[in-house]
């Protein structure tokens, strides 16, 4: 096939060369760190993960394909660059972690083998890196069975998201390396949401992620004015 990849090779090349630092909890992932525990447990909300299969979509060192396997279920941690692929397999093996595999595909080229044939997908952080996210999303929905969820989180695209995710947390704050986010490639609720129609996802909840600079302290509610998170269900018998 000559379909070309839907992703960055920057991006890509950005994530690996810090991927040995991915499971240092003071690294320039401690933002991913930090906020793991409130995502899993917004996710376990929406549908309990032991016993489930689960695909995470940009799954980079691993830390929420680790933390779902914990949980009990049996995890396929899928990205595009090498190197955080390594690190999360190596992780899994040093921390003993059962139940979870990573393997280097497109989301794109995963649906084309494997439609319809996981319980939850998740893809975190992610579609604000790459070139096309509707084909992402279009992907991640035709991976799910029916009746199943799919889970996605990113980056609002307005003012206050810009000062917060780029001048806030690149510049001023430091939490991450300067680069990480392109402003231009921030994503709507709205825009999101007809993507997720367009693919024939059901929105179920859209929740807001705050950061408080003093504390340190992350936390969860109605605003999506910068970070938010969105669950979405395939119908059950649906097309
Ligand atoms: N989802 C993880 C990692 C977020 S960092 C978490 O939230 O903990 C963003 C990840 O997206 C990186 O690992 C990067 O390599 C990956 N990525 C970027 N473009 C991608 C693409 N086109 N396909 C798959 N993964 C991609």
């Known amino acids: 096939m000559t379909e070309t990849l839907n992703a960055d090779p920057a991006e890509l090349a950005k994530f690996s060369d810090l991927a040995h630092r991915w499971w240092d909890p003071e690294s320039e ?14 996710i376990e909300q929406h549908c309990p993960l032991a016993g489930l299969r689960v695909l995470d979509v940009g799954c980079g060192g691993g830390i929420l394909s680790d933390a779902m396997a914990r949980k009990g279920a049996q995890v396929l941690g899928i990205d595009l660059a090498t190197k955080p692929l390594k690190v999360a397999q190596l992780h899994a093996l040093e921390a003993g972690t059962q139940g979870v595999t990573y393997r280097e595909v497109s989301v794109e080229a995963l649906a084309a083998e494997q439609s319809g044939s996981f319980d939850a997908v998740t893809c975190m952080e ?8 509707a084909s992402v999303v279009r992907a991640c929905a035709a991976l799910v069975k029916p009746g199943g969820q799919v889970f996605f989180s990113t980056l609002n695209r307005n003012p206050k998201s810009f000062l917060f995710a780029v001048v806030g947390a690149e510049y001023v704050l430091n939490l991450l390396p300067r680069g990480t986010h392109e402003y ?5 609720p709205s825009e999101l949401s007809l993507h997720c129609r367009a693919a ?21 509610d109605g605003d999506a004015s910068v970070n938010y998170l969105v669950a979405t269900s395939r119908p059950a018998g649906g097309a």
């Open 126 to 133: 992610m579609l604000e890196h790459v070139p096309d996210p």
């Open 200 to 220: 024939g996802l059901e929105l179920r909840e859209i929740r807001g992620m705050q950061y408080n600079p003093l504390t340190r302290r992350y936390w969860l």
């Open 184 to 188: 231009a490639k921030f994503i709507r």
């Open 29 to 42: 992932f401690r933002p991913l760190h930090q906020i793991n525990p409130l995502r899993l447990g917004w």
